[in-house]
């Protein structure tokens, strides 16, 4: 028997906010990612979509998206979040 797990229509998104203030800054569409690793990334249950935001905040947060994303974090002057978007 074949199994097909419902995979919901949304595109995960890295948005970027003024750490001195509530400003947006920017975005990038994240491509290619798997919700199984972003839950073990954010200690997240695996029967939470992650429909939410979530602050990028550890340091391996942080390297695993620089390296896999073509990004470069400030974490000095911006706080960043893991966001989705229903397409």
């Known amino acids: 028997m074949n199994i097909k797990t419902f995979e919901p229509n949304v595109k995960r998104v890295i948005r970027w906010y003024s750490k ?16 199984s690793y972003l839950q073990r990334l954010f200690k997240i249950d695996s029967d939470n979509p992650m429909y939410d935001c979530y602050p990028i905040v550890s340091l391996e947060q942080k390297n695993y998206i620089e390296r896999n994303f073509n990004i470069r974090l400030n974490t000095n002057l911006y706080e960043y979040f893991m966001e989705c978007e229903p397409i």
Do not use: S, T
């Open 20 to 35: 001195y203030g509530d400003d947006f800054v920017g975005e990038k569409i994240i491509n290619n990612v798997k919700l």
